[in-house]
């Protein structure tokens, strides 16, 4: 069974595994990966957490920062990291168009239900800082998560267009 943790730099290696089976480019939603971080170095991969880590007083999705967590595999007791997801405050430019949830599974981790399983325990998270609905994209042709939306209740807005192309947008109500 999966765990969604917190990045940590004790998972270093496994993380590193994942994100070189994803091959080049940005498509690792989830991660908070941004085209100037430079994760391959112990210091640059130690500031990729700093900046993805709120400091102890801030606790991430009730205020101006993402929650982000990895969805950890324990087996023969070695991780792996199977994939990532974040939760975004409504005031995060991103938001408006890449909506409040982010997620990416590893390709070899895929069609296992994790993704639904993990934006179910999101969710679940977002209602304890008292969010009400949740705005969730995904690209015109990426039927896999735009069934995982549905399966978690989001309910089909329209096509909207963004700087990345076409997407399907999402509403989820997380209150009565």
């Known amino acids: 069974m999966p765990d969604l943790i917190a990045p940590t730099a004790r998972l270093r290696d496994a993380w590193q ?6 091959g080049p480019g940005q498509h690792e939603d989830g ?16 500031a990729w957490l700093a900046r993805l880590t709120p400091p102890p007083d801030r606790t991430g999705a009730s205020d101006d920062t993402c929650t982000y967590r990895w969805i950890v595999e ?18 995060a430019e991103q938001a408006h168009w890449a909506g409040h949830l982010g997620y ?15 934006v179910r325990q999101m969710l679940d998270e977002a ?3 008292g969010r009400e609905r949740l705005l969730v994209v995904c690209a015109t042709d990426n039927v ?22 076409s997407t ?9």
């Open 31 to 46: 991660f908070g990966l941004r085209p100037s971080d430079e994760v391959n170095s112990p210091a640059g991969f130690a």
């Open 74 to 91: 324990r087996e023969r007791g070695r991780a792996r990291v199977l994939g990532g997801i974040a939760l975004r405050p409504d005031g």
């Open 17 to 22: 595994e994942a994100h070189a089976e994803w």
């Open 144 to 165: 896999a998560s735009a069934r995982t939306i549905e399966r978690c209740g989001g309910l089909f807005e329209g096509i909207g267009d963004t700087r990345f192309g």
């Open 104 to 118: 990416g599974i590893r390709p070899s981790a895929r069609r296992r239900g994790l993704a639904t399983w993990a």
């Open 127 to 129: 209602r304890l800082h």
């Open 168 to 176: 399907r947008r999402y509403r989820i109500m997380l209150r009565g």
